[in-house]
């Protein structure tokens, strides 16, 4: 259960970003934006403790990374949870080695931050997706696939014709051949046997 007295840090240099994510989850308590490390500093020192930090990586004046060292320094440091915009390969683990608690991608649905802010606020625990899911999920937007065509490659995996994916995702078979192009050159294929192939070395299918 949330306390109307959770207070939250939030170390990002995005305004935007950081007044949209206060409004989204405004309902479990007060939420301080810190665009830098300095700025996260000056706020620890002069505002009551805060429950816990939702850490950006990457800062105007430094690696987010550079706030562990300065949190180790104080009596009772909040629980950090990682926000990252880019999931790169070695950084989940990374954040464990320096202390987070958690590690989420900033593209995550409000119900899964809020259910890792629960996880490490209200019941001392931690939040880590698996490195393998990480991995995908980064996968697929440097590549530029749509959820829809993630959805298309994974019928054309199972085996199904361009008319019965059709069928299956309600959508017309010519929107079905679209997809499947697009996926040919993000993947750089030519066909669907090689896209299938290319798609499970690089783990976006199973």
């Not at 987010?64 to 990682?82: A, I, N, Q, T, Y």
Request: hydrophobic fraction near 40%.
């Amino acid at each position: 259960m949330w306390s109307a007295r959770t207070r939250i840090l939030l170390v990002d240099e995005h305004r935007l970003f950081g007044e949209c994510l206060k409004k989204s989850i405004r309902a479990i308590g007060d939420i301080t934006i810190a665009s830098t490390l300095r700025d996260a500093a000056i706020a620890m020192d002069t505002q009551p403790r805060f429950d816990l930090i939702l850490l950006d990586l990457k800062l105007p004046d430094g690696d987010g990374f550079r706030l562990f060292p300065l949190l180790e320094k104080r009596k009772h440091p909040p629980p950090v949870l990682v926000l990252s915009g880019q999931s790169l390969p070695g950084e989940l683990e990374r954040c464990r080695q320096m202390g987070a608690r958690g590690y989420l991608n900033k593209r995550s649905e409000t119900d899964e931050m809020l259910r890792a802010l629960d996880l490490i606020i209200n019941h001392d625990k931690e939040y880590w997706p698996s490195p393998g899911e990480t991995e995908v999920r980064g996968g697929i937007r440097r590549l530029g696939i749509t959820p829809r065509q993630l959805q298309v490659l994974q019928l054309v995996a199972e085996g199904y014709s361009n008319q019965e994916i059709g069928k299956e995702l309600g959508i017309a078979e010519a929107t079905v051949k679209s997809h499947l192009t697009a996926l040919f050159q993000a993947l750089h294929v030519k066909n669907r046997s090689a896209c299938v192939f290319s798609a499970r070395q690089i783990g976006l299918i199973r």
